[in-house]
Protein backbone atom coordinates (compact mmCIF):
# COMPACT_ATOMS: atom_id res chain seq x y z
CA UNK A 1 0.00 0.00 0.00
CA UNK A 2 1.64 3.41 -1.12
CA UNK A 3 2.41 5.96 2.19
CA UNK A 4 -0.07 8.85 1.87
CA UNK A 5 1.05 12.32 3.78
CA UNK A 6 -0.61 13.82 6.13
CA UNK A 7 -2.68 16.31 4.45
CA UNK A 8 -3.89 13.04 2.19
CA UNK A 9 -5.08 11.38 5.50
CA UNK A 10 -6.78 14.76 6.93
CA UNK A 11 -8.14 14.65 3.08
CA UNK A 12 -9.62 11.17 3.37
CA UNK A 13 -10.57 11.87 6.85
CA UNK A 14 -12.76 14.95 5.79
CA UNK A 15 -14.26 13.41 2.80
CA UNK A 16 -15.67 10.93 4.74
CA UNK A 17 -16.67 13.69 7.40
CA UNK A 18 -18.50 15.71 4.47
CA UNK A 19 -19.66 12.10 3.55
CA UNK A 20 -21.57 11.81 6.74
CA UNK A 21 -22.91 15.14 6.81
CA UNK A 22 -20.82 15.62 10.44
CA UNK A 23 -18.75 18.64 9.28
CA UNK A 24 -18.22 21.36 12.04
CA UNK A 25 -16.32 24.21 12.79
CA UNK A 26 -15.17 25.86 16.25
CA UNK A 27 -12.40 28.29 16.77
CA UNK A 28 -10.29 27.22 19.06
CA UNK A 29 -7.82 29.66 19.55
CA UNK A 30 -6.72 33.11 17.74
CA UNK A 31 -2.77 33.48 17.69
CA UNK A 32 -1.68 36.90 18.52
CA UNK A 33 1.29 38.43 17.20
CA UNK A 34 3.14 40.11 20.02
CA UNK A 35 3.47 43.58 20.18
CA UNK A 36 6.42 46.13 19.40
CA UNK A 37 7.68 49.59 19.89
CA UNK A 38 6.34 50.00 23.61
CA UNK A 39 6.74 53.95 23.44
CA UNK A 40 4.26 54.98 25.72
CA UNK A 41 4.81 55.25 29.47
CA UNK A 42 3.10 52.06 31.75
CA UNK A 43 0.48 52.51 34.29
CA UNK A 44 -0.02 50.53 37.39
CA UNK A 45 -3.81 49.33 37.94
CA UNK A 46 -5.45 48.89 40.60
CA UNK A 47 -5.17 45.05 40.43
CA UNK A 48 -1.54 45.09 40.89
CA UNK A 49 -0.82 44.72 37.01
CA UNK A 50 1.31 47.01 34.61
CA UNK A 51 -0.63 47.92 31.48
CA UNK A 52 1.24 49.88 28.25
CA UNK A 53 0.56 50.15 24.84
CA UNK A 54 3.03 49.09 21.80
CA UNK A 55 2.95 51.05 18.23
CA UNK A 56 3.14 47.71 16.05
CA UNK A 57 2.32 43.94 16.24
CA UNK A 58 -0.24 42.54 17.55
CA UNK A 59 -2.99 40.41 15.34
CA UNK A 60 -2.90 42.70 12.34
CA UNK A 61 0.13 44.56 13.24
CA UNK A 62 -1.52 47.92 14.17
CA UNK A 63 -0.58 47.95 17.98
CA UNK A 64 -1.55 46.19 20.70
CA UNK A 65 -2.62 46.77 24.65
CA UNK A 66 -0.35 44.61 26.99
CA UNK A 67 -0.50 43.45 30.79
CA UNK A 68 2.63 42.54 32.67
CA UNK A 69 1.95 41.16 36.01
CA UNK A 70 4.13 41.92 39.19
CA UNK A 71 6.06 38.72 38.45
CA UNK A 72 6.94 40.29 34.65
CA UNK A 73 4.26 37.51 32.81
CA UNK A 74 3.50 39.64 29.93
CA UNK A 75 0.19 39.60 28.01
CA UNK A 76 -1.26 40.58 24.97
CA UNK A 77 -4.66 42.10 26.20
CA UNK A 78 -6.12 43.32 22.74
CA UNK A 79 -4.81 44.15 19.12
CA UNK A 80 -6.13 47.52 17.27
CA UNK A 81 -7.18 46.87 14.19
CA UNK A 82 -6.89 50.50 12.23
CA UNK A 83 -10.06 51.57 10.49
CA UNK A 84 -12.12 50.96 13.34
CA UNK A 85 -10.54 50.56 16.61
CA UNK A 86 -7.56 53.05 15.64
CA UNK A 87 -3.96 52.06 14.80
CA UNK A 88 -0.41 53.11 16.10
CA UNK A 89 -1.29 54.28 19.94
CA UNK A 90 2.24 55.99 20.80
CA UNK A 91 0.79 57.15 24.05
CA UNK A 92 0.22 55.83 27.07
CA UNK A 93 -3.12 54.43 29.27
CA UNK A 94 -4.69 55.90 32.32
CA UNK A 95 -7.21 54.11 34.39
CA UNK A 96 -10.40 55.27 34.43
CA UNK A 97 -12.96 55.48 37.53
CA UNK A 98 -14.39 51.71 36.93
CA UNK A 99 -11.23 50.36 36.19
CA UNK A 100 -11.38 50.61 32.37
CA UNK A 101 -7.76 51.63 30.85
CA UNK A 102 -8.49 54.79 28.31
CA UNK A 103 -6.07 55.36 25.68
CA UNK A 104 -5.71 56.85 22.22
CA UNK A 105 -4.45 55.70 19.03
CA UNK A 106 -2.84 57.99 16.86
CA UNK A 107 -4.03 57.32 13.48
CA UNK A 108 -6.93 55.19 11.88
CA UNK A 109 -10.41 55.36 13.06
CA UNK A 110 -13.20 56.17 10.93
CA UNK A 111 -11.74 59.41 9.31
CA UNK A 112 -7.87 58.43 9.69
CA UNK A 113 -7.04 61.03 12.86
CA UNK A 114 -7.15 58.95 15.37
CA UNK A 115 -9.42 57.34 18.20
CA UNK A 116 -9.76 57.40 21.90
CA UNK A 117 -10.32 53.94 22.92
CA UNK A 118 -11.52 52.01 26.04
CA UNK A 119 -10.05 48.53 27.18
CA UNK A 120 -11.63 46.43 29.98
CA UNK A 121 -9.06 44.38 32.33
CA UNK A 122 -10.51 41.30 30.21
CA UNK A 123 -9.77 42.78 26.83
CA UNK A 124 -13.13 44.03 25.82
CA UNK A 125 -12.40 47.13 23.45
CA UNK A 126 -14.52 49.79 23.07
CA UNK A 127 -13.93 53.09 20.53
CA UNK A 128 -14.76 56.40 21.83
CA UNK A 129 -14.17 59.23 19.30
CA UNK A 130 -13.17 59.13 15.97
CA UNK A 131 -11.21 62.26 15.51
CA UNK A 132 -12.33 64.81 12.54
CA UNK A 133 -8.98 66.71 11.44
CA UNK A 134 -9.50 70.49 10.74
CA UNK A 135 -12.99 70.64 11.54
CA UNK A 136 -16.39 68.47 12.80
CA UNK A 137 -17.53 67.37 16.05
CA UNK A 138 -13.89 66.59 17.22
CA UNK A 139 -11.59 68.52 16.04
CA UNK A 140 -7.89 67.18 16.04
CA UNK A 141 -5.49 64.69 14.63
CA UNK A 142 -2.75 62.77 16.75
CA UNK A 143 -3.95 62.40 19.80
CA UNK A 144 -1.71 61.87 22.75
CA UNK A 145 -1.79 60.70 26.20
CA UNK A 146 -4.98 61.15 28.28
CA UNK A 147 -5.33 62.66 32.07
CA UNK A 148 -8.24 62.11 34.43
CA UNK A 149 -9.36 65.34 36.22
CA UNK A 150 -11.39 65.20 39.66
CA UNK A 151 -13.98 66.75 37.71
CA UNK A 152 -14.66 63.32 36.02
CA UNK A 153 -13.54 64.37 32.34
CA UNK A 154 -10.51 63.59 30.49
CA UNK A 155 -7.76 65.63 28.70
CA UNK A 156 -5.67 65.87 26.42
CA UNK A 157 -4.11 67.23 23.20
CA UNK A 158 -3.99 66.42 19.59
CA UNK A 159 -0.96 67.26 18.09
CA UNK A 160 -2.17 67.92 14.46
CA UNK A 161 -6.10 69.62 13.63
CA UNK A 162 -7.71 72.05 14.67
CA UNK A 163 -8.86 75.08 12.30
CA UNK A 164 -5.25 76.02 11.18
CA UNK A 165 -4.08 72.57 11.68
CA UNK A 166 -1.69 73.22 14.34
CA UNK A 167 -3.06 71.09 17.56
CA UNK A 168 -5.61 71.36 19.87
CA UNK A 169 -6.87 70.82 23.60
CA UNK A 170 -9.50 68.81 24.01
CA UNK A 171 -11.98 67.40 27.13
CA UNK A 172 -13.97 64.28 26.41
CA UNK A 173 -16.53 62.97 29.34
CA UNK A 174 -16.25 58.81 30.21
CA UNK A 175 -18.79 58.30 27.30
CA UNK A 176 -16.50 60.09 24.41
CA UNK A 177 -18.12 63.25 24.05
CA UNK A 178 -15.91 65.71 23.07
CA UNK A 179 -15.32 69.49 23.37
CA UNK A 180 -12.53 71.22 21.97
CA UNK A 181 -10.71 73.96 24.44
CA UNK A 182 -7.57 75.29 22.26
CA UNK A 183 -6.60 75.08 18.73
CA UNK A 184 -3.49 76.48 18.12
CA UNK A 185 -2.13 79.23 16.13
CA UNK A 186 1.67 78.73 15.52
CA UNK A 187 3.89 82.04 15.40
CA UNK A 188 1.72 83.86 16.31
CA UNK A 189 -2.27 84.93 16.43
CA UNK A 190 -3.83 84.59 19.51
CA UNK A 191 -2.90 81.04 20.61
CA UNK A 192 1.08 80.83 19.83
CA UNK A 193 2.60 77.60 19.44
CA UNK A 194 1.84 74.42 17.43
CA UNK A 195 1.89 70.17 17.88
CA UNK A 196 0.99 70.31 21.63
CA UNK A 197 2.92 66.80 22.57
CA UNK A 198 3.53 64.95 26.01
CA UNK A 199 1.11 64.76 28.79
CA UNK A 200 -0.99 67.48 30.98
CA UNK A 201 -0.20 68.30 34.21
CA UNK A 202 -3.02 69.24 36.36
CA UNK A 203 -2.91 71.75 39.46
CA UNK A 204 -6.59 72.52 40.45
CA UNK A 205 -8.55 73.57 37.44
CA UNK A 206 -5.57 74.28 35.23
CA UNK A 207 -3.54 71.97 33.18
CA UNK A 208 -0.52 73.00 31.32
CA UNK A 209 1.14 71.65 28.74
CA UNK A 210 4.42 72.25 25.92
CA UNK A 211 3.85 72.61 22.41
CA UNK A 212 6.58 71.19 20.37
CA UNK A 213 7.38 73.87 17.97
CA UNK A 214 5.14 77.31 17.16
CA UNK A 215 5.62 80.45 19.33
CA UNK A 216 7.32 83.76 18.51
CA UNK A 217 11.12 81.89 17.64
CA UNK A 218 8.99 78.42 16.68
CA UNK A 219 11.23 76.64 19.29
CA UNK A 220 7.85 75.46 21.17
CA UNK A 221 5.95 76.96 24.15
CA UNK A 222 4.46 76.27 27.59
CA UNK A 223 0.86 77.03 28.25
CA UNK A 224 -2.06 76.50 30.74
CA UNK A 225 -5.35 76.23 30.05
CA UNK A 226 -8.32 75.81 32.37
CA UNK A 227 -10.84 73.14 32.55
CA UNK A 228 -13.64 75.99 31.14
CA UNK A 229 -10.89 76.57 28.22
CA UNK A 230 -9.36 79.74 29.82
CA UNK A 231 -5.50 80.01 27.77
CA UNK A 232 -2.84 81.55 28.56
CA UNK A 233 0.84 81.50 27.45
CA UNK A 234 3.72 80.56 30.02
CA UNK A 235 7.32 80.39 27.55
CA UNK A 236 8.36 80.50 24.31
CA UNK A 237 11.85 78.87 24.27
CA UNK A 238 14.44 80.49 22.47
CA UNK A 239 17.16 78.08 21.15
CA UNK A 240 20.38 77.68 22.28
CA UNK A 241 20.71 81.29 23.50
CA UNK A 242 18.22 83.86 24.75
CA UNK A 243 16.14 83.84 28.48
CA UNK A 244 14.28 80.28 27.83
CA UNK A 245 16.97 78.15 26.22
CA UNK A 246 15.62 75.23 24.76
CA UNK A 247 13.81 73.88 21.83
CA UNK A 248 11.65 70.95 20.83
CA UNK A 249 9.63 70.13 24.07
CA UNK A 250 8.50 66.72 23.82
CA UNK A 251 7.87 65.14 26.97
CA UNK A 252 5.05 67.18 28.79
CA UNK A 253 5.56 68.56 32.34
CA UNK A 254 6.36 66.65 35.97
CA UNK A 255 4.25 68.32 38.82
CA UNK A 256 6.90 67.85 41.18
CA UNK A 257 6.01 67.09 45.19
CA UNK A 258 7.43 70.88 45.66
CA UNK A 259 4.70 72.45 43.45
CA UNK A 260 7.25 72.95 40.68
CA UNK A 261 6.76 72.27 37.22
CA UNK A 262 9.69 70.16 35.58
CA UNK A 263 10.01 69.56 31.90
CA UNK A 264 12.43 68.51 29.18
CA UNK A 265 13.80 70.31 25.79
CA UNK A 266 15.20 67.88 22.94
CA UNK A 267 17.49 70.10 21.39
CA UNK A 268 18.55 74.11 22.19
CA UNK A 269 20.41 74.60 25.10
CA UNK A 270 24.32 75.34 25.23
CA UNK A 271 25.39 72.54 23.22
CA UNK A 272 22.09 72.42 20.82
CA UNK A 273 21.24 69.00 22.85
CA UNK A 274 18.57 69.83 25.21
CA UNK A 275 17.87 70.73 28.77
CA UNK A 276 15.92 70.17 31.77
CA UNK A 277 13.70 73.19 32.82
CA UNK A 278 11.54 74.40 35.72
CA UNK A 279 8.88 76.45 36.11
CA UNK A 280 6.38 77.90 38.80
CA UNK A 281 2.68 77.67 38.25
CA UNK A 282 2.00 81.30 38.96
CA UNK A 283 0.65 83.96 36.49
CA UNK A 284 3.95 85.51 36.14
CA UNK A 285 6.01 82.18 36.26
CA UNK A 286 10.10 82.17 37.33
CA UNK A 287 11.69 79.84 35.15
CA UNK A 288 15.30 78.02 35.61
CA UNK A 289 17.72 75.83 32.99
CA UNK A 290 18.54 73.05 35.72
CA UNK A 291 20.99 71.22 32.93
CA UNK A 292 22.16 71.44 29.88
CA UNK A 293 22.58 67.73 28.33
CA UNK A 294 26.28 67.06 26.33
CA UNK A 295 26.57 64.50 23.87
CA UNK A 296 28.73 62.24 26.12
CA UNK A 297 26.45 62.12 28.80
CA UNK A 298 23.02 61.86 26.27
CA UNK A 299 20.83 63.82 23.98
CA UNK A 300 17.51 64.40 22.99
CA UNK A 301 15.82 64.31 26.59
CA UNK A 302 12.11 63.29 25.18
CA UNK A 303 10.82 60.59 27.80
CA UNK A 304 8.56 61.81 30.91
CA UNK A 305 9.89 62.39 33.62
CA UNK A 306 9.61 60.82 37.29
CA UNK A 307 9.89 61.91 40.55
CA UNK A 308 11.96 59.36 42.37
CA UNK A 309 11.29 58.63 46.60
CA UNK A 310 14.16 60.90 47.02
CA UNK A 311 12.20 63.99 46.00
CA UNK A 312 15.11 63.62 42.53
CA UNK A 313 14.15 63.44 38.89
CA UNK A 314 14.22 60.76 36.91
CA UNK A 315 14.41 60.60 32.98
CA UNK A 316 16.23 59.12 29.94
CA UNK A 317 17.78 60.38 26.79
CA UNK A 318 17.05 59.14 23.26
CA UNK A 319 20.61 58.92 22.14
CA UNK A 320 23.89 60.21 23.04
CA UNK A 321 25.86 58.90 25.80
CA UNK A 322 29.19 56.72 25.74
CA UNK A 323 27.55 54.08 23.53
CA UNK A 324 25.40 56.07 21.94
CA UNK A 325 22.06 54.16 22.38
CA UNK A 326 21.17 56.82 25.11
CA UNK A 327 21.17 57.16 28.91
CA UNK A 328 19.02 56.95 32.09
CA UNK A 329 19.79 60.03 34.74
CA UNK A 330 19.20 61.48 37.66
CA UNK A 331 18.63 65.23 38.62
CA UNK A 332 18.38 66.81 42.29
CA UNK A 333 15.81 69.55 42.10
CA UNK A 334 18.73 71.87 43.28
CA UNK A 335 20.55 70.94 39.46
CA UNK A 336 22.80 68.18 40.44
CA UNK A 337 22.98 66.31 37.25
CA UNK A 338 24.76 62.36 37.37
CA UNK A 339 24.37 59.14 34.33
CA UNK A 340 22.84 56.21 35.87
CA UNK A 341 22.85 54.31 32.80
CA UNK A 342 24.50 54.00 29.13
CA UNK A 343 22.79 52.14 27.18
CA UNK A 344 24.65 49.87 24.56
CA UNK A 345 22.31 48.49 22.24
CA UNK A 346 22.27 45.09 21.45
CA UNK A 347 25.19 43.99 23.92
CA UNK A 348 27.10 44.93 26.50
CA UNK A 349 25.72 45.38 30.48
CA UNK A 350 23.02 47.84 29.44
CA UNK A 351 20.99 46.39 26.38
CA UNK A 352 18.59 48.87 25.01
CA UNK A 353 18.43 51.82 22.65
CA UNK A 354 16.72 55.01 21.92
CA UNK A 355 14.72 55.13 25.45
CA UNK A 356 11.82 56.96 25.10
CA UNK A 357 9.17 55.86 27.60
CA UNK A 358 10.35 57.91 30.24
Known sequence: MPRLTLFQWLGLFAGASVAAGQVTYELVHEFERPGAQ????????????????????????????????????VSTLAALDGE????????????????????????????????????????????LVDFTGAGGPARGSVPGELVLHADGNFYGATRGGGAGNLGTVFRMTPSGAVTTLVEFTGTGGARPGAEPTGVLAIVGDSLFGCTRSGGGANHGTVFTVTTSGEWSSMVEFTGSTGSRPGSRPSSGLLLHSNGALYGTTERGGAGGFGTVFRLSTSQSPSFDTLHHFD?????????????????????VAATGGLEIWGVAYRLTTGGAFSVLAHFSGTEGAVRGSFPQGG
Open 84 to 127: TLGSEPVAGLVEGPGGELFGTASTGGANGFGTVFKVTTGGAVTK
Open 295 to 315: DDEGSQPAGRLAEGGDGAIYG
Open 38 to 73: PLGPLVLHADGSYYGTTVSGGRLDRGAVYRVTAAGA
